[in-house]
């Protein structure tokens, strides 16, 4: 009866109150330094020049692309991407096959970090984003890939995430207007 009562109790607890702001700080400090550590160690082409949003995602845009495409919530995008952690797990990637069969996007699906920084290249375009959590899964653990051992891989609550990706295309939404 103790052990029922306690685990009733247990289960009645709540998590904190997630603090966005206090996270952003936290998260910033990590991306600062994880930038830093690479930038001592890396050669000249691994070096990092992102810069900094008002809402603190970092980026670094290799290539802009051409057009004039804007992003709205129904939009479908197509990309190449390679996404890891500060802390080098590999969390998601796109298989290596051609631009005509790479994954698409719902732009609205996408996490706040991707909808902030796409939007700073047009199709063609290739950028690199380092996102804190805050703008990506936040305080959630979410499945990543699989490991080379079988075993799911989990992102841990409050990852940082760190993009490269090539921007293929943006395709407006048309409704099927069914004949009457």
């Known amino acids: 009866m103790l052990i029922i009562a306690a685990c009733s109790f247990a289960a009645c607890k709540t998590a904190p109150a997630y603090d966005k702001a206090a996270q952003l700080a936290i998260d910033d400090d990590l991306i600062k330094i994880y930038i830093d550590s690479i930038n001592k160690t890396g050669v000249d082409s691994t070096r990092i020049t992102a810069k900094k949003t008002a809402e603190g995602l970092y980026y670094q845009i290799y290539d802009a692309g051409k057009g004039n495409a804007t992003y709205d919530p129904t939009d479908t995008i197509r990309m190449r991407y ?15 096959v051609t631009d005509d069969l790479v994954p ?15 939007r700073l290249i047009q199709p063609g375009g290739h950028i690199r984003l380092i996102i804190p959590s805050t703008m990506a899964y936040q305080n ?3 499945p990543a890939t699989q490991q080379s051992n079988g075993l799911p891989a989990f992102l841990p609550a409050n990852s940082i995430l760190d993009f490269d990706i090539k921007l ?3 395709n407006k939404y048309v409704p099927i207007v069914q004949p009457k």
């Open 104 to 118: 698409k996007f719902i732009f609205s699906s996408a996490i706040e970090g991707w909808q902030k920084g796409l």
């Open 140 to 142: 959630r653990v979410v």
């Open 168 to 170: 293929i295309g943006v």
């Open 82 to 96: 390679t996404g890891s952690t500060i802390k080098h797990l590999l969390y998601d990637m796109t298989p290596v």
